[in-house]
């Protein structure tokens, strides 16, 4: 069995002349579910809550993503998650809500390099050129279900489930090793 | 592979996405206990088993994590369309190709 990704330090884990596979560094990462008048959270939160699943809005060091139609997740520095909570525990009274702190469960792994589209297809049944850069989606990898952020034509991340992703990096270090071969 | 439209996502996106969650449009009774046997029976174990156009629940599980209703033809396994979960059940006549009303 492979080990948890966790456990590594932070950087490139894999890398060919196809993409490179890092992990990135721990951040917080929040679960939000809410319905209704979005105002009073926007306000707690400091932007304003995507409502098209896979719309991403970065604000400052904080970046939200839009899930489903009542469920949102947010990503931010790890010292900012007690800010965030206790603003948005100052807006339960006028939205009730649910925010819920994710942050040991999943792993970001970044996926970049010329064939890095490429190289997500041998998990993801989705088109990825679907996903517009700017944007997200939680999709499945393998048998995963993973969020996949699109920064770039050429540039990804994947949030994992910790447990998954000893599995899936192996995958995807496979790949990379292999899209290299072909492409070489 | 079976290509899907989530009415919430608003996207066509592959089955490995989609879970399968039975037949739509079981109503659950208003008053549980005030149920005879055989209403439970219907109501938990008796389905509708067409050759042809079902009335179906699926989930977009590695996705928005919704349930949705679907038209889908048991025979060739066609998507007639999909909409969202507490819509109306769509008219078999307007979905339906002329000539196979
Ligand atoms: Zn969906």
């Known amino acids: 069995m492979s080990a948890p990704i966790s456990q590594k330090a932070p950087g490139v884990l894999a890398a060919s002349t196809a993409a490179e596979i890092a992990?990135?560094?721990?951040?917080?990462?929040?679960?939000?579910?809410?319905?209704?008048?979005?105002?009073?959270?926007?306000?707690?939160?400091?932007?304003?809550?995507?409502?098209?699943?896979?719309?991403?809005?970065?604000?400052?060091?904080?970046?939200?993503?839009?899930?489903?139609?009542?469920?949102?997740?947010?990503?931010?520095?790890?010292?900012?998650?007690?800010?965030?909570?206790?603003?948005?525990?100052?807006?339960?009274?006028?939205?009730?809500?649910?925010?819920?702190?994710?942050?040991?469960?999943?792993?970001?792994?970044?996926?970049?390099?010329?064939?890095?589209?490429?190289?997500?297809?041998?998990?993801?049944?989705?088109?990825?050129?679907?996903?517009?850069?700017?944007?997200?989606?939680?999709?499945?990898?393998?048998?995963?279900t993973v969020i996949l952020w699109r920064d770039g034509d050429t540039a990804f991340r994947m949030d994992v489930w910790n447990s998954f992703s000893g599995h899936v990096f192996d995958l995807l270090k496979t790949g990379c090793a292999e899209l290299a071969a072909e492409h070489a | 592979m079976l290509l899907i439209h989530c009415p919430y996502c608003e996207e066509t996106l592959p089955e490995a996405e989609f879970t399968y969650a039975g037949q739509a449009h079981i109503i659950r009774p208003e008053n549980p206990s005030g149920q005879t046997d055989d209403q439970w029976e219907e109501f938990l174990f008796i389905r509708a088993n067409p050759k042809g156009p079902h009335y179906e629940r699926w989930r977009h599980f590695h996705g928005c994590g919704r349930f949705f209703n679907a038209v889908r033809d048991t025979v060739s396994d066609k998507f007639l369309t999909t909409y969202k979960a507490g819509a109306p059940r769509p008219d078999l006549s307007t979905l339906l190709p002329e000539g196979q009303k």
Request: proline fraction near 7%; include cysteine.
């Open chain 1, 23 to 144: 992990l990135a560094a721990p951040c917080a990462r929040l679960s939000l579910r809410a319905r209704g008048d979005l105002a009073p959270l926007n306000a707690a939160l400091g932007l304003t809550l995507p409502t098209r699943i896979g719309q991403v809005v970065p604000a400052g060091e904080r970046q939200v993503i839009c899930l489903g139609p009542d469920e949102w997740m947010i990503h931010a520095p790890s010292d900012d998650t007690a800010a965030i909570a206790s603003a948005c525990a100052d807006a339960y009274a006028t939205l009730p809500h649910s925010l819920v702190d994710v942050s040991a469960r999943e792993v970001t792994l970044t996926i970049k390099g010329a064939h890095a589209a490429e190289l997500l297809t041998i998990g993801c049944a989705r088109d990825i050129d679907g996903i517009p850069v700017g944007e997200g989606r939680r999709t499945f990898f393998d048998g995963q």
